[in-house]
């Protein structure tokens, strides 16, 4: 039993960490493929094969990438698909897609991972990729290597242990038992144990022999005792009563004090939750870089290409307005999860909520009216991040609202000089089981969601020493609260 369950314990242990590092290898690659869905647009809508199979090449520097493809639909009423790009060239990692159905398997050799690629509603191909999981055998190898040694290690010392245990433990020990189990049937108390060796079990049958001493010397002393106890037992069965209504008091104070350390519990766990969201938030914002240094270059190049088409020119300064605001917020979110100050300024929440509903509303289908409770005034906030924060509560109210409607934004100011900032929205609204849960990291019951948007706004207003609340009726829209202090 002994060898059997540190086996059993590390089997499971290296079972969970083979299926966790596959996991994260399919989300990754996922991730990754998501990101180059973005990157391949503008070369499929502009039919660059050369800037796609460039993509595809600098996608697969990594030598576990087997290879990589993207499928294009042509122009015809059926669903045909064309092959449009392929790393490396003449080798082909899937069949030509049927329709749009999303192809995901792996086995122990290789993971094959294919997405669609979309530009707002309009899918214009398929991207797949296959991936060896070479790393992923040699780590199950190396595991197998060591269990193996851990086991052998585990025998070894036991078997040692044994061997001295049986050399010197059992016969001082059966001495010991022996003496004991002799006075427990005579009750004669004058009897010794035979000191067979001069280490610790010697030392140990002389505090044996010394402790028959002072039992000897104490069953005299219990017997006179005995009969004063009796004496003393009414008088403590009164103590004792009193005892137990203060113990019965303080028994009540511990369980307030109980509830309030489960409380302080609970708010150190979302402390840590929200640390977690904001060190994926930093991950993310660190990993976006490079694709958005990509989209940079590839605007670059198509604006020295299309220099005499003026409305070509004009979409590709939004790209570059876009690219540099995202850039800012990216910088904003590393800054805030290395510990910097946020940036304070007088900020015209009107206009910058405007500004965010511009940015989320891609369909303008959707309207937005803010009003203030009283006259307007301005909020000292960080304004990229306080934007950000509106961004992604109106595309969650957006996405409520598929049929269009409108957002209604109000904003007030009380007598305690807090500001507080309320966002309704006439969608389908959430389950009120799922109310507690909406601002918990990764939690999402979205099929395409990641569930890092609302958590990120809790976050990111906590770090304003403010709070916010999530309040929905289903059928009757989803009404968000913030409260923030005023400086």
């Excluded at 809508?45 to 600098?58: G, I, M, Q, R």
């Excluded at 899918?123 to 296959?130: D, P, R």
């Excluded at 004669?188 to 002389?206: H, P």
């Excluded at 999402?444 to 916010?468: A, F, N």
Aim: overall charge negative; some cysteine.
């Amino acid at each position: 039993m002994t060898v059997l369950l540190p086996v059993i314990g590390g089997w499971a242990l290296y079972n969970q960490d083979i299926n966790s590092t596959k996991t994260l290898i399919r989300s990754n690659i996922a991730n990754q493929l998501d990101n180059l869905t973005l990157l391949i647009y503008p070369a499929i809508a502009f039919d660059d094969k050369e800037s796609a199979f460039d993509v595809l090449k600098s996608f697969s520097t990594n030598p576990l990438i087997i290879s990589s493809s993207i499928w294009k639909k042509e122009e015809t009423k059926e669903l045909n698909f064309t092959l449009f790009a392929n790393y490396p060239e003449g080798q082909l990692n899937r069949p030509v897609p049927q329709n749009f159905l999303i192809e995901n398997y792996d086995n122990d050799e290789i993971i094959f991972i294919s997405k669609v690629i979309t530009a707002v509603d309009e899918k214009l191909g398929v991207i797949s990729v296959t991936r060896s999981l070479e790393d992923l055998n040699s780590k199950k190898a190396e595991y197998l290597q060591v269990g193996i040694l851990t086991a052998l290690s585990i025998f070894i010392i036991i078997i040692l242990i044994t061997l001295w245990y049986q050399s010197s433990l059992t016969k001082p020990l059966k001495e010991l038992s022996s003496v004991a189990e002799k006075i427990s049937k005579e009750k004669n108390y004058s009897i010794r144990a035979t000191k067979t060796s001069l280490d610790e079990f010697g030392s140990l049958t002389d505090v044996f022999n010394e402790m028959l001493d002072s039992l000897q010397i104490s069953n005299s002393q219990l017997r006179t005792a005995n009969e004063e106890m009796e004496q003393r037992v009414e008088q403590r069965t009164k103590q004792l009563t009193l005892s137990n209504k203060r113990i019965t008091k303080e028994m009540s104070e511990k369980e307030l004090a109980t509830q309030e350390l489960i409380k302080t519990r609970d708010q150190l766990n979302q402390s840590e939750k929200l640390a977690n969201v904001g060190q994926v938030s930093s991950n993310i914002a660190h990993e976006l870089r490079n694709p958005l240094a990509a989209i940079r270059n590839s605007t670059y190049l198509l604006r020295l290409k299309l220099k005499e088409n003026d409305k070509l020119m004009d979409h590709l300064k939004i790209i570059d307005h876009e690219i540099s605001r995202s850039d800012e917020v990216i910088e904003r979110l590393l800054e805030i999860t290395k510990g910097e100050n946020l940036k304070r300024v007088p900020v015209n929440v009107e206009a910058l909520a405007k500004e965010a509903m511009d940015y989320a509303d891609v369909t303008k289908e959707h309207e937005l009216v803010v009003t203030f409770m009283s006259k307007p005034f301005w909020v000292k906030l960080d304004k990229l991040l306080f934007r950000q924060i509106l961004i992604n509560i109106f595309l969650n109210s957006i996405q409520a609202m598929s049929k269009g409607g409108e957002i209604e934004m109000k904003i007030s100011q009380d007598l305690s000089k807090s500001v507080k900032i309320t966002i309704k929205d006439e969608g389908i609204g959430i389950k009120q089981n799922l109310l507690k849960t909406v601002f918990e990291p990764l939690f999402t019951d979205k099929p395409e969601g990641v569930g890092l948007g609302l958590s990120l706004c809790k976050d990111l207003i906590s770090r304003h020493g403010g709070t916010i609340i999530a309040k929905s009726e289903l059928g009757l829209g989803t009404t968000i609260e913030i409260e923030l202090p005023v400086e």
